[in-house]
């Protein structure tokens, strides 16, 4: 495994690279001088001497979000993830820090969701607003942590100090998608009462200032285009360590 600050790479092959996209870290950007996950991989394998140093992006994570990410290094190999990707049989599974409990320990969140391009934001609608998207997702809360004084220095260490304010309680909940749609874990859960931790976009307790989003993508699964072999991997929080 390849491991630098900005960069984690944890499988690659010719086809295909997996990486654990850190926080902060863009996917791609059009910004000029500011890194971005392709940039960083090009650059990687042009430092090796590799001849091939095409990334191409099968799917996305929100700049403040971690996690593990694909990316495909030829056009057939492309394809074939975004078939994958686009037919939902490349799984992926999440872990959210949310504030507040559940009224029930697993459920499903099922919304119409409508993208404001303009804004970068997302927002629950009715059912038939033009230009609503059909989203749902299922959650199954695995741990809920009551905040005290003294979880101040632990909420320092993992960056979510002075996140969770007027909400005393937090819910690590485990999220499968069934759809995929912009923002979709960030808006349902803040439109279900239980917004992410260090969400500034969707959280109104979230204070100013830049901080990860309490959310991981700790799990992707799909066949690989070449070998058809099945491929899982896993990766555990950085912030949360």
């Not at 499903?108 to 391009?117: E, F």
């Not at 260090?198 to 830049?210: F, I, R, S, T, V």
Request: proline residues 5%.
């Amino acid at each position: 495994m390849h491991c630098n600050s900005k960069l984690e790479i944890i499988y690659e092959d010719n086809s295909l690279v997996v990486c654990h996209k850190l926080p902060g870290i863009p996917v791609q950007t059009a910004k000029a001088g500011k890194p971005d996950m392709v940039s960083l991989l090009r650059n990687y394998f042009a430092a090796k001497g590799e001849e091939n140093t095409q990334v191409f992006v099968i799917h996305r994570l929100d700049q403040p979000v971690e996690g593990v990410i694909v990316f495909a290094r030829e056009k057939e190999t492309a394809a074939d993830l975004s078939r994958q990707s686009r037919e939902r049989n490349m799984n992926k599974s999440y872990l959210a820090l949310v504030e507040g409990v559940f009224d029930e320990p697993c459920g499903v969140l099922n919304d119409y969701l409508l993208h404001d391009k303009k804004a970068n934001m997302s927002r629950v609608v009715s059912k038939g607003t033009h230009g609503s998207k059909h989203a749902v997702l299922r959650y199954e809360v695995e741990k809920v942590h009551k905040i005290q004084e003294e979880d101040n220095a632990s909420l320092q260490e993992c960056h979510f100090e002075n996140s969770v304010a007027g909400n005393d309680v937090v819910s690590l909940v485990r999220v499968q998608l069934e759809t995929g749609r912009h923002h979709q874990i960030r808006v349902q859960m803040a439109n279900a009462g239980h917004p992410l931790i260090g969400d500034k976009k969707y959280n109104p307790n979230c204070a100013a200032g830049y901080r990860p989003v309490g959310l991981c993508a700790v799990g992707i699964a799909f066949v690989h285009p070449v070998t058809g072999k099945p491929m899982e991997f896993t990766v555990e929080p950085s912030i949360w360590r």
